[in-house]
Antibody, heavy 119, light 109 residues
Framework: EVRLVESGGGLVKPGESLRLSCAAS????????MSWVRQAPGKGLEWVGR??????????DYAAPVKGRFTISRDDSKDTLYLQMNSLKTEDTAMYYC??????????WGQGALVTVSS | QSALTQPPSASGSPGQSVTISCTGT?????????VSWYQQHPGKAPKLMLY???KRPSGVPDRFSASKSGNTASLTVSGLQAEDEADYYC?????????FGGGTKLTVL
């Protein structure tokens, strides 16, 4: 059974940093593209970014609102995906979902990690 | 790039059919056959319902179908059931971006 479990969410102040983790099980992480999707309270879904597999260069793409501030990485040896978030803004407050990604869609989703940015 | 355009709400009675539209541009919906649809119940993570315009993942009832014409994709839920009441989001590949619609709240009357 595929399982994705996010952790690391919490309350931070504007300008601070936070790192989310996503532990994957039930499949081989190294073979799978991964992505992060967020949802602000009471709002819709927003793609954050994605990371390719190592054999495809391990490249990353990011949505414009987070480019330059957020970094997605993966440790396939630990079956873990990361989202490093720097220079956080109040508008980054959201539930962050870790997902598997293939052919333009998000297949499996974690339960989400809540990030609140507030002074 | 702007979010894809979905109606904020849709409704239907049990047994009826309802269609939700998702309008983008030639740079996203119209340019690729990578449109997907997600169902989200309150407090839950989204669930993939259709991908590559009209393909259903294993386990998704065939009451759910989708299509695309030009820059507009559509999701149809036939034989509405109470458990279909949820938020529905479309998403399109757009090169180095993925763009979601604003979401449609489907109410089963």
């Amino acid at each position: 059974e595929v399982r994705l479990v996010e952790s690391g969410g919490g309350l931070v102040k504007p300008g601070e940093s936070l790192r989310l983790s996503c532990a994957a099980s039930g499949f081989t992480l190294s073979n799978v593209y991964m992505s992060w999707v967020r949802q602000a309270p009471g709002k819709g879904l927003e793609w954050v970014g994605r990371i390719y597999i190592r054999t495809d260069g391990g490249a990353t793409d990011y949505a414009a609102p987070v480019k330059g501030r957020f970094t997605i990485s993966r440790d396939d040896s630990k079956d873990t995906l990361y989202l490093q978030m720097n220079s956080l803004k109040t508008e980054d407050t959201a539930m962050y979902y870790c997902t598997t990604y293939d052919n333009g869609c998000f297949i499996y989703w974690g339960q989400g990690a809540l990030v609140t940015v507030s002074s | 790039q702007s979010a894809l355009t979905q109606p904020p709400s849709a409704s239907g009675s049990p047994g009826q059919s309802v269609t939700i539209s998702c309008t983008g541009t030639s740079s996203d919906v119209g340019g690729y056959n990578f449109v997907s649809w997600y169902q989200q119940h309150p407090g839950k993570a989204p669930k993939l319902m259709l991908y590559e315009v009209s393909k259903r993942p294993s386990g998704v009832p065939d009451r759910f179908s989708a299509s695309k014409s030009g820059n507009t994709a559509s999701l149809t839920v036939s034989g509405l059931q109470a458990e279909d009441e949820a938020d529905y989001y479309c998403c399109s590949y757009a090169g180095h971006n993925l763009i979601f619609g604003g979401g449609t709240k489907l109410t089963v009357l």
